[in-house]
């Protein structure tokens, strides 16, 4: 190890939920009773028959509530290499940009002259996409990378529908590695799915994908390098056949850190593509949202796109969304989708420049490779698909699987233990788990190497610990707000809601079973 991991301890507040605080009587704020009865303008039905069950309390109550919710969340910021999300920085400018209110207070329905600002940002991004990809039109409305997935399905039946042979061609091909939404989406879509495994290379045969193809092919769904960093060299060769077979090929671009600027998808023989704004591009990523998975076609798809796309008049230069569109899909999304994403990942892109997207792909490469070696030094650490002896891109699943046979105690155990050391507990993997206690790393090019070194030396550390003090491994966190989650109260419709009047009545019926 090149140091000693220090603990970190965190914020702890004994607090309680909001709805549990307060004292009759308290306010923040006092309004005057209006001049007229405002409650006659609500119709009668829609009123309430008694006050809302709200906390009485003072504005600076809830203000130190809150502040004490942020200490203990805040204070978690370490170093986090989450896997398959490029946890990237978010430029501050981006930040203050979204805050405008030229960007905050825009209404999707206002006319398209008073935003032509916004749809400049839009087609201008648009254009960075296609020169990235190769592709010939993006759109934006698909709320991340599963939405763009399952965007692709809708136009494969579009596209053949239109041709007459969606009947026949009912079938979509992926990979046991590729990320989940796309076979999840295709069957979402109505399509069969057939998932090619893993072989001696890291990645299926050549011979496996032509046993698959036949007339009722409809595309394939591929991410490429994979979520092991196994990049397939034949990938070439896997779009000619798809295409002679009569099918589409979707590139899922999830992890297109380590390749941007290097390849691209129209090239490799790709129909489709989609980047993910929010990892990716620089964009806010975490809490569930918001996000945009930007889709992008070849011409001949492009007619079946969801509407409207933004158009620039070339006579006037103004921009417009062209909702005359017969052949469309129709709405993945509501409007045009999370377009203050979109402004900031063009943002991040025009800052970065050509050069500056090409040179942090060969960061985030170099980075992995250099933790790889730090790694595989650990005892009790694995790399997946070990026979695979080529490099790695910018993302390697790992495994704890030799830890686990030694100790019993697994990668939930050490990654709640490495919270304690201030590195947030690492991304595991994707179902279904096809590397023993997986755990799936990526420094991207935001982390300096003494992050890197931190976050190896403290896995280290805790894989020592894991022998010589299992038990402080198998009860971490110590130095958390909350211990460990009890991981079976989700699982009991009893036990949990999602409103607070829900958790009030399942709370007293459970008091009620417990005194009887």
């Known amino acids: ?13 004994n607090e309680p939920v909001v709805m549990e605080m307060g004292v009759k009587g308290r306010r923040g704020i006092v309004f005057p009773r209006p001049e007229t009865d405002a409650a006659a303008l609500v119709p009668a039905g829609m009123r309430r028959r008694q006050a809302p069950a709200l906390p009485e309390m003072t504005e600076h109550d809830v203000l130190r509530h809150y502040l004490h919710l942020s200490q203990q969340v805040l204070g978690m910021m370490g170093v986090s290499l989450f896997g398959t999300c490029t946890m990237k920085y978010n ?28 749809l400049e940002i839009v087609h201008r991004f648009d254009l960075i996409l296609r020169e990235l ?34 009947e026949q061609r009912n079938e979509i091909i992926t990979s046991i590695q590729a990320h989940p939404c796309n076979p999840a989406t295709a069957a979402t879509a109505g399509f069969k799915v057939v998932t090619l495994m893993l072989e001696e290379n890291g990645y299926p045969s050549i011979e496996a994908l032509k046993a698959a193809l036949s007339n009722r092919t409809a595309a394939l769904m591929i991410n ?66 918001p996000a945009v998975g930007a889709y992008g076609c070849s011409a001949e798809l492009a007619p079946f796109l969801p509407k409207p796309i933004v158009v620039k008049d070339e006579a006037t230069g103004l921009y417009r969304m062209d909702h005359d569109r ?38 985030a490469v170099l980075a992995n490779n250099y933790m790889e070696k730090k790694l595989l030094a650990i005892p009790g650490v694995a790399r997946s698909n070990p026979e695979a002896k080529t490099w790695r891109m910018e993302m390697t699943r790992y495994g704890l699987g030799p830890l686990k046979e030694e100790t019993g105690l697994g990668v939930v155990e050490v990654g709640n233990r490495m919270t304690d050391y201030g590195i947030d507990a690492p991304w595991l993997s994707h179902e279904p788990w096809v590397v023993p206690e997986p755990f799936t790393p990526e420094a991207g090019e935001l982390w300096s190497k003494e992050d890197i070194d931190l976050w190896c030396d403290v896995l280290a550390k805790v894989c020592d610990e894991a022998r010589s003090d299992p038990e402080m491994v198998r009860t971490a966190p110590h130095n958390a707000p909350i211990g460990r989650v009890d991981g079976e109260a989700p699982e009991d419709p009893a036990r949990w809601a999602t409103t607070w009047r829900a958790w009030q009545r399942k709370r007293a019926a459970l008091a009620q079973q417990a005194a009887e």
Not at 149 to 160: L, Q
Not at 326 to 337: I, M, N
């Open 1 to 13: 190890m090149s140091g000693t991991p220090k603990l970190i301890h965190q914020a702890r507040w």
């Open 133 to 166: 990809s190769g592709m010939d039109q993006f759109v934006f409305q698909a709320a991340g990378g599963a939405d763009a997935a399952y965007t692709h399905t809708c136009v494969t039946r579009g596209y053949f529908a239109a041709k007459g042979e969606l």
């Open 91 to 118: 430029p501050r400018v981006s930040e203050a940009l979204g805050l405008r209110p030229q960007m905050a207070e825009i209404h999707p329905l206002q006319d398209d002259s008073t935003i032509q600002g916004l």
């Open 224 to 289: 490429n390098p994979d979520d092991m960093g196994v990049y397939n060299p034949q990938i070439v060769e896997w779009t000619k056949l798809v295409k002679q077979a009569g099918g589409l090929a979707f590139y899922d671009h999830a992890n297109f850190n380590g390749v941007m600027g290097r390849i691209r998808a129209r090239e490799l023989g790709f129909d489709a593509c989609m980047f993910m704004l929010h990892k990716t591009f620089g964009g806010p990523k975490g809490g569930g949202g």
């Open 326 to 363: 017969p052949d469309s899909v129709g709405k993945v999304r509501e409007f045009l989708g999370n377009l203050h994403i979109v402004m900031r990942a063009y943002v991040w892109a025009r800052a970065m420049g050509g050069d500056g997207i090409k040179e942090a792909a060969d960061l």
